[in-house]
């Protein structure tokens, strides 16, 4: 049987801002493949015709009065969406509405969130596949599962499971990763499905130097969104190697303890501390909100 045919109750959800040159093309596509999807444009405080095109074209268009990022979007198509399944997919051309069914077969397998992964060739530049490797290694170090492409924005999820993190979720654009995160940490099943990523039609809303710190706090997220511990834990080993490694110097050269051993011991377990801090306050995160 078709994906598609098994998920009657599906919702598209496309977060947009100024897409007004690739918006009616992506939505007529959805709607053409999945005549009985929901298909909602989150219109996110757009200057151009946006809202106007999708609704022609054919989808339900909810608008944001004014710009409040592309993850308020995600959360806002998430509360408005009444399917079962919910699929979250950019509204620029980067992705195939094609490769929607393998979405929706892989949830059906009994997945609760698949990630259309990125294959090569497919990142909008090389230093951003790089980024986006390393944070994939990253995310597979803590969440002990290989991690294909954790920034993806092209998923298929169970709606209710996502539904119980919007409170996490950012208002910016790394939301894939805080959700990627979550499940894992949830114990939820995580699948992921090879995808290639077409050249996006228009200009990025992404700022590379605006942005850059953005990106990079997504390094700490991985790691407070899962386990803190595991990112801690190896930063206070290190830091009490190199005082046991400098008094040891010390001890044969000048026969002292120095300010600066003591300094590396007392951040070992300073580290260590937090660590532990931020593993209870992870857990009170994901209590159970039933």
């Known amino acids: 049987m078709n994906p ?36 909602i444009v989150v219109d996110d405080g757009s200057k151009d015709s946006t809202a ?19 993850g308020a979007a995600i959360k806002t198509g998430a509360r408005t969406a009444s399917g079962d399944v919910i699929v979250f997919m950019d509204a620029d051309g980067q992705h195939d509405p094609a490769d929607i069914q393998r979405l929706l077969g892989r949830i059906n397998e009994g997945y609760d969130l698949v990630v259309g992964a990125r294959q090569r060739g497919s990142q909008a530049s090389v230093g951003r596949g790089l980024a986006n490797g390393f944070y994939n290694r ?20 169970r709606a209710d499971k996502f539904r119980e993190f919007l409170y996490l979720l950012p208002n910016g654009f ?29 200009k990025s809303h992404i700022k590379p130097l605006q942005d850059g710190m953005r ?54 377990v300073m580290i260590f501390l937090m660590g532990l801090i931020s593993e209870q306050i992870t857990a009170l995160m994901y209590k159970d909100r039933g």
Do not use: C
């Not at 009657?8 to 999945?34: D, F, H, M, W, Y």
């Not at 106007?52 to 592309?70: D, F, L």
């Not at 190697?241 to 400098?246: E, I, K, Q, R, T």
């Open 52 to 70: 106007e095109i999708a609704s022609e074209a054919g989808a339900k268009v909810v608008s944001h009065p004014y710009s409040k990022g592309n």
């Open 138 to 157: 990253l995310a597979t170090y803590m969440t002990g599962h290989k991690v294909e492409d954790l920034t993806s924005g092209f998923r298929a999820v």
């Open 215 to 268: 990106f990079l706090l997504i390094i700490f997220k991985i790691g407070t969104l899962y386990s803190p511990l595991k990112l801690f834990a190896p930063i206070a080993a290190l830091a009490f190697v190199l005082g046991s490694l400098w008094y040891g110097y010390t001890l044969g050269t000048e026969g002292r303890f120095t300010n600066m051993s003591a300094l590396l011991y007392t951040g070992s």
């Open 4 to 39: 598609v045919d098994q998920f009657r109750n599906v919702s598209v959800i496309l977060p947009a801002k100024n897409e007004a040159a690739a918006i009616g093309q992506t939505v007529s596509r959805v709607v053409t493949l999945l005549p009985e999807a929901e298909v």
């Open 174 to 202: 790394s939301y894939p990763t805080t959700s990627t995160m979550a499940f894992f940490r949830a114990g939820y099943s995580v699948a992921y499905e090879p995808i290639h990523a077409a050249q996006r039609i228009g």
